[in-house]
């Protein structure tokens, strides 16, 4: 007898993991997709809590709430305590540690309590003076010469501590910064140096493909980009093109790039010249993915392109070594002119433009088209069937 699965019911909608779904409001949204499974919360008692933008920490729940994703805990800090929602509880949050070169066994911070309405009266109050204070400390730290830009400023859920985000190219004593501000904020300063692809991730925006930035939707680490990156997926060296919201390398020009490493393997060499008898042949650009290379006749300009298979390049290269020459490139004696598939090539886009005969219509006809005699050929007659 075949298992039937049954799902929980929720909202009466049949649903799998209804608890793991989460509104897309906050950068580094999850999905908690064993919150369902029976005994889940009863694996681990560490749970993932994410406070503003995408800074996340890990707690103890060491007073065995009922959480959930979506809950507003407040959370042991230093001092007092901060504001924050609960992102992820339950096994996954054993795989999460690892990226953050975590263990079960270290030392985490405790879980208080569920928010109550008078922490949350407490939070937006705090959260409410973040932008004035931001643009306060930039208008200090100009008054102090201090080559830096304070990006974001971030207060602790009670108010009494503040995290000022900030980029400096070099290396900055911001000693007497901290004492100026303690002294007009009346709080504790914590100062945290980020980098551009960072700050973009907290800012948030759209990319040039359409979606939100990666930055500010999954990406958690960083890994350097460099221009090699767009050379071996053929991409063209535009700094306008490559760079992204920050001003650096796009992080999704890695995305690909071992794909196209591995593919570009088994092409010939760029360099290597095709002898055949009609003449010698030079490498003019290869579709890396589809395996084919195409060769002009001349070394600078294309002339005479002539687009093969990577695998026909390769058999040439071996018979030019053994001093043969081939009659042409292509096996078959006719250049391949395939070009990729395109949506746009599916429909002629002049089919609109009125390119055919020109239809005139005159006033003594009632509007119709003149009727005209033209033999087999197309040719206009030049009499009539009645004056015939």
Known sequence: MEEKFKYKEQNNNAGICCKGCGKMDAPLNTFDWLADVPGNDEYTDIVE???????????????????????????????????????????????????????????????????????????EEAK????????????????????????????????????????????????????VLADVFKIKIEMKQIGARQEAGRIGGIGPCGRELCCATFTTNFI???????????????????????????????????????????????????????GTYFFFKADILRGEVTYSTDKHI??????????????????????????????????????PVDLLEQENINRFDNTGKNKKRRKGHGGKPRNENRNEKGERGGKSKKAE
């Open 302 to 339: 294309p002339a005479n392109l002539v687009t093969i298979s990577a695998r026909r390049a390769l058999n040439i290269i071996e018979m030019n070594k053994r001093g043969e020459r081939p009659e042409s490139l292509d096996a078959s004696g006719i250049s391949d002119s395939r070009r």
């Open 49 to 123: 809590v994410q406070f503003k933008n995408t800074r996340k920490g890990y707690y103890k729940n060491s007073n065995n709430l009922p959480l959930q994703k979506g809950d507003i805990v407040a959370v042991e800090a230093n001092p007092g305590h901060d504001i924050g929602k609960v992102t992820m509880t339950g096994r996954l949050v054993l795989l999460q540690l690892k990226k953050t070169r975590l263990t079960p066994e270290s030392e985490f911070k405790r879980i208080y309590r569920k928010a109550k309405p008078v922490d949350m009266e407490k939070y």
């Open 224 to 278: 350097s980009v460099s221009t090699s990156a767009a050379r071996f997926q053929d991409i063209s060296l535009n700094p306008q093109k490559l760079a992204g919201q920050c001003a650096k390398l796009k992080c999704c020009l890695n995305y690909e790039v071992d794909s196209y490493v591995e593919a570009s393997r088994t092409l010939p060499p760029r360099d290597a010249e095709l002898e055949t008898t009609e």
């Open 128 to 179: 409410a003076r973040e932008h004035d204070t931001m643009i306060r400390s930039r208008q200090i730290a100009k008054d102090l010469e201090l080559d830096m830009k304070i990006g974001d400023v971030e207060y602790q859920g009670d108010g009494q501590k503040a995290i000022f985000y900030y980029i400096a190219d070099n290396r900055v004593d911001f000693r007497q910064l901290i004492k």
